[in-house]
Nanobody
């Protein structure tokens, strides 16, 4: 059973930065990991993914501002967020692919990670104007 524990959320003023962390355990062989956010009353949005080969993808809304990375030795997934905007306010979830990976070894925005992956409990990010 995979365990995901996010941290690093908080409140920040617009233009500020935050770094989210997700410690994962109990899972071997993950190919695709990512961050998904959801604000109240809005659809969830996959904001960044990272494949085991290092390839990354980003939602257009965060390109150039967010950076996803992982520290395999520490079993930690990271999301560095800069130039934050009020529109970035949401609950942020760490998500990993299911055993065996996503269909066709996909790992990109809207590639199925949200639908098929395992989610953490989330960490809240609030950006004030």
């Amino acid at each position: 059973q995979v365990l995901l524990e996010e941290s690093g959320g908080g409140s920040v003023q617009g233009g500020g930065s935050l770094r989210l962390s997700c410690i994962y355990s109990g899972y071997i062989g993950t190919r695709c990991m990512g961050w998904i956010r959801q604000a109240p009353g809005q659809e969830r949005e996959e904001v960044a993914t990272i494949h085991s080969n290092g390839d990354t993808t980003y939602a257009d809304s965060v390109k150039g501002r967010f950076t996803i990375s992982k520290d395999t030795a520490e079993n930690t997934l990271l999301l560095q967020m800069t130039s934050l905007k009020p529109a970035d306010s949401a609950m942020y979830y760490c998500v990993v692919d299911p055993p065996g990976g996503l269909p066709n070894n996909r790992c990109y925005i809207r590639g199925g990670l949200a639908e098929f992956g395992s989610w953490g409990q989330g960490t809240q990010v609030t950006v004030s104007s």
